[in-house]
């Protein structure tokens, strides 16, 4: 497997990627088994926990995202989101703000 860094990135980015490249080409060289019974699936997946979980956590950390595991609909997810994020309801709040604008238009007009 091979792995260029583009020459349109910046300095910070061509360092993180040339770090992440290393990275990859190490489990790329990774002698690989295909898991059979659930024991096997349970040792790599603990394998690649460890190995990549640590990756994960620092950049998520550098980044400033929250990650929340979630269950929708008996499905298990990752939640992930940037720094200040507000839930809102964009469809309601979006028809009360063209209600508004249009009572308002109306208003100017004199009706």
């Given at each position: 497997m091979r792995y260029e860094v583009p020459a349109t990135v910046s300095p910070q980015a061509k360092v993180a990627l040339e770090q992440t490249y290393v990275f990859l080409k190490q489990i790329a060289q990774a002698p690989q088994v295909a898991p059979v019974t659930q024991e096997d699936w349970d040792?790599?997946?603990a394998m690649a926990n460890?190995?990549?979980g640590p990756r994960v956590k620092a950049t998520t950390d550098a980044i400033n995202i929250s990650v929340h595991e979630e269950v929708l609909a008996g499905?298990?997810?990752l939640r992930i989101r940037p720094p200040g994020y507000?839930?809102?309801m964009i469809g309601h709040g979006l028809h009360r703000?063209?209600?508004a604008r249009s009572n308002a238009a109306a208003?100017?007009?004199g009706r």
């Open positions: 040792r790599r997946n460890a190995v990549i499905v298990p997810v507000t839930p809102r703000t063209s209600i208003a100017s007009l």
